[in-house]
């Protein structure tokens, strides 16, 4: 799986919230982090992270790729 984000200022941020909460999140560009890949279960869980991470970044947008 990928993420997307529209401001790259925020993509070492959204890796380390992520490695912080038990994901394997390696910056890829910019403006990308990559994660291991996984099954629905596992996209479940990161869409339950990037909900959190919604409220504690607003101005931040970030996309989920397949």
Do not use: C, K, N
């Amino acid at each position: 799986m990928q993420l997307l984000l529209r401001d790259p200022g925020y993509t070492d941020r959204l890796a380390e919230f992520l490695t912080s909460v038990g994901q394997r999140a390696v910056v890829s560009g910019p403006d990308r982090v990559d994660l291991g890949s996984g099954g629905d279960d596992a996209r479940v869980e990161i869409e339950i992270y990037l909900r959190v991470w919604r409220v504690l970044h607003p101005e931040a947008d970030v996309e989920l790729a397949a």
